[in-house]
Structures are given as structure tokens and as C-alpha cells.
């Protein structure tokens, strides 16, 4: 578990991962080539820019989402945040974000990757940088209650199909 093990997952992953849209396509190259000059740019330190891991957490029937109103951003988006060193690839990074920021236990990650997005933010460095996100599927158990925790003003599950106005994009997709 170290930086090394997280660039060297991040950069796997993305090497597997085959998007059907150009526009992915051209992402998935970018990431690549920002790993490829950034040793540790799965962590928060590189400043100009890093790899964070988020989630789409699904309900057990895959019905609902659970989305977070985020404070900083101030809208609806997924679970997840940055990678840490004691994280052993970006994957155990997302399923770890997302237990910690839903309260749920037995989450199940879907193995390879569900999507990638790339935006700029001022996140807890305190100067504004970009966030190169890798987006993992995961599927909650049966009756799982969310426990809102102190990074969210609000957690939900929303159905599928009747997503909140100002959700991100790339869950309507």
C-alpha cells in the first residue's frame, strides 16, 4: 500500500478500461498521460491535480442511487474522495470513501471501472485544482439505511430514473 501501488492500479485500470464514447476515450488517454508524468498524482499533495476515487452507490434491486449534497460543490453528486496512502489500489479507495460516507457496511464493488470525469475544484488543499476522478459501481445490501456523516449536508437515495435537477452529470447518463 503506497503510492506506488495506487498509480500503478489507477493506471491499469484505465489501461483496461474500453469506453464506448469518444469523449471517455479521449479522457481516458489524458489520465493516462497525467499518470504517466505524475508518480504520485493519486494523492492529494500533487497539487496541480489528482486521481480521487469515487462511487455510484446502487440500492441491491439497482432501483435507487444514493447521492450526497455536497457542501463545497453544492449539488447532488456520488460518494468519494481522495485516495490515501494506506489505500492499496483506487478501487479500495472508492469502497472505502463510500462506506465512510454513507454508514453502510457490506457494500459490494463491481469489478472494472464505471466511468471517468475530470473537473476543477477547490477541495481540501484550499487552492483550486483538478480532480481526476475514476467512478466505480457499487451495490449496497438489502435494507440498507444511510447514515449521513459530517461530510454532506444531506444523503439520499434517489430513484434511478427521477434523479434531483442538479445532479451530476454523468449520473444521468
Known sequence: MSARSLHASATEILETW???????????????????????????????????????????????????????????????????????????????EATEESGIDGLVLDPGLFGAQAHPITCSLGQPTRHLDLLFRITAPAGAVPVRSAESTDLRW????????????????
Open 18 to 96: 474500453s469506453p464506448a464514447k469518444g469523449s471517455d476515450q479521449s479522457l481516458r488517454e489524458a489520465m493516462l498521460a497525467f499518470l504517466g508524468s505524475a508518480p504520485r498524482g493519486c494523492l492529494r499533495e500533487h497539487a496541480a491535480g489528482h486521481i480521487t476515487a469515487s462511487a455510484i452507490v446502487y440500492s441491491h434491486d439497482g432501483a435507487e442511487v444514493l447521492l450526497t449534497l455536497h457542501p463545497r460543490v453544492g449539488r447532488w453528486i456520488q460518494l468519494g474522495g481522495h485516495c490515501e496512502e494506506e489505500d492499496a489500489t483506487v478501487a479500495d479507495a472508492a469502497l472505502r
Open 158 to 173: 434517489w430513484r434511478v430514473g427521477a434523479l434531483p435537477d442538479n445532479a451530476d452529470a454523468l449520473l444521468a447518463r
